[in-house]
């Protein structure tokens, strides 16, 4: 019998089943000793979700990956004539001052953003970054006036008073980077 404990202590997996048998004593009788057996605490998923506070808005998907170029039809062509993706027309964003143009990638998107205007603010992105790079990404929100208030009670900066309609034709608003760790990060209503 004692043997047979052995085994299923052994066998069993545990943390203390390797230490109920002595070391270099054969299994058998008397080769079992005591163990204190080991209590796991296992937390309710109450007491877990109580908590985390409730959001009465929900951050979606990835929209896009904005990326500022100083020559969009070279950029367009990149990503249309050498890589083989979809690419969309060029359209101008007067509120916004920038052109756009999405690139289809499947799960998401990029978008190329080019200067429209000389207050544009990707003109001065670009003085500041002459070959280009990433703008801002977008993430879609399911409230975008629920995100709002919500945000500004966690004192995050929002760039803007009321969303702007976006170049998916949705309410947008940006957050300022040095909130989000340096992102520029766009909310867009899903």
């Not at 202590?9 to 163990?35: C, D, E, I």
């Not at 790079?133 to 919500?150: F, L, N, P, Q, T």
């Not at 009670?153 to 989000?180: N, Q, T």
Request: aromatic share 4%.
């Amino acid at each position: 019998m004692a043997a047979s404990l052995g085994r299923a202590a052994a066998g069993n997996g545990g943390p203390n089943a390797a230490g109920l048998l002595r070391a270099g004593a054969a299994p058998g009788v008397g080769a079992l000793q005591t163990s204190v057996p080991t209590v796991r605490t296992l937390l309710s998923s109450n007491s877990v979700s109580q908590n985390i506070p409730s959001c009465l808005w929900k951050l979606g998907r990835l929209n896009h990956v904005a990326i500022a170029v100083p020559d969009l039809e070279k950029a367009q062509s990149l990503y249309k004539d050498v890589l083989g993706a979809r690419v969309s027309e060029t359209v101008a964003l007067p509120e916004h001052g920038v052109y756009t143009v999405f690139v289809e990638l499947g799960n998401t998107k990029l978008e190329l953003l080019h200067p429209l205007g000389e207050k544009s603010p990707i003109a001065s992105f670009l003085q500041k970054n002459k070959t280009g790079g990433m703008h801002h990404i977008c993430i879609e929100v399911d409230d975008i006036k629920a995100a709002m208030a919500e945000l500004k009670k966690k004192k995050i900066r929002i760039l803007s008073e009321e969303p702007k309609i976006g170049a998916h034709g949705k309410p947008v608003i940006f957050l300022h980077p040095k909130d989000c760790h340096g992102v520029l990060v766009e909310l867009e209503q899903a």
